[in-house]
C-alpha cells in the first residue's frame, strides 16, 4: 500500500521569506499523481499544485513550486514571497494510476508571521 | 460555478442517533468521495463513486456507515446508530472522468456526537 509521509508538524516562517515543505512516498508504481492541498482554519480543502509523474518538469503555480525526485520518491513544495494568507495546513497526497483515492500524509501546520 | 455544496456544515448529535450528511458534486463531474478526518488518523478515504456506481468501500469504518448516490447530483453520508468516535470532519469531493482528474473538496460537515 502506498504510504505519505510529512516529516515536519509545524513550521513558522516570516512573511516574505521562502519556505519548503518536505513530502516523501513510498510506492511500487511508475504512473503516478502527486497533490498539495492547504487547508486554511475554515477548514476547506483547496488544491494549490497537482504534479504527474511522467513529467520530469517541475509544476509551477504562481509562487508555489515543487520540486519532484522520482527516483527518490521526494515531492517538496516551495512557496515563495510567503504572505500571511498562506498560513494554513498542507497536505501532500498520492493518486495511484490504478485508483482514484488520495493517500494524504499527516500535514504540516504553516504559520506566515508578520 | 458553485463549487461542491455539502449539508449541514455542522451537526451535533446524540449517541445512538441516526446522521445524514448531503452532498452535491460539481456538475459534470461523474466521480464522488467521501474523506473523514480525524486528529488521530488524518484524512481518510471512506468510499467514492464513479457514474453513482460505489466502486471501493473499503474505508467505511463497520456496518453502521452506508453510502448512496441515487443519481449525478447528489449523495448521502448515513451514520445509524452514530457513536461518540464518530465524531469528525467529513469531507466530499468529485472529479471529472474518473482517473488522475484533481478532486475538488466541499466545505466538509463538522460531526459531533456526544
Known amino acids: 500500500a502506498q504510504t505519505v509521509t510529512q516529516s515536519q508538524p509545524e513550521m513558522s516562517v516570516q512573511e516574505a521569506e521562502t519556505v519548503t515543505l518536505s513530502c516523501t512516498y513510498d510506492?511500487?508504481?511508475?504512473?503516478?499523481?502527486l497533490f498539495w492541498y492547504k487547508q486554511p482554519p475554515s477548514r476547506q480543502m483547496i488544491l494549490v499544485i497537482r504534479?504527474?509523474?511522467?513529467?520530469?518538469q517541475n509544476a509551477t503555480e504562481n509562487r508555489f513550486s515543487v520540486n519532484f525526485q522520482k527516483a527518490a520518491k521526494s515531492f517538496s513544495l516551495k512557496i515563495s514571497d510567503s504572505q500571511l494568507g498562506d498560513t494554513a495546513m498542507y497536505f501532500c497526497?498520492?493518486?495511484?494510476?490504478?485508483?482514484?483515492?488520495?493517500?494524504f500524509g499527516q500535514g504540516t501546520r504553516l504559520t506566515i508571521n508578520p | 460555478d458553485a463549487g461542491v455544496i455539502q449539508s449541514p456544515r455542522h451537526e451535533v448529535t446524540e449517541m445512538g442517533q441516526e446522521v445524514t450528511l448531503r452532498c452535491k458534486p460539481i456538475?459534470?463531474?461523474?466521480?464522488l468521495f467521501w474523506y473523514r478526518q480525524t486528529m488521530m488518523r488524518g484524512l481518510e478515504l471512506l468510499i467514492y463513486?464513479?457514474?453513482?456506481?460505489?466502486?471501493?468501500d473499503s474505508g467505511m469504518p463497520e456496518d453502521r456507515f452506508s453510502a448512496k448516490m441515487p443519481n449525478a447530483s447528489f449523495s448521502t453520508l448515513k451514520i445509524q446508530p452514530s457513536e461518540p468516535r464518530d465524531s469528525a470532519v467529513y469531507f466530499c469531493?468529485?472529479?471529472?472522468?474518473?482517473?488522475?482528474?484533481?478532486?475538488?473538496f466541499g466545505p466538509g460537515t463538522r460531526l459531533l456526537v456526544l
Open positions: 469531493a468529485s472529479s471529472f472522468s474518473g482517473k488522475q482528474e484533481t478532486q475538488y
Open positions: 510506492t511500487s508504481e511508475n504512473n503516478y499523481y
Open positions: 504534479q504527474e509523474a511522467y513529467k520530469q
Open positions: 497526497a498520492f493518486e495511484g494510476q490504478g485508483a482514484q483515492k488520495l493517500v
Open positions: 456538475s459534470g463531474h461523474n466521480s
Open positions: 463513486f464513479n457514474n453513482n456506481v460505489p466502486i471501493d
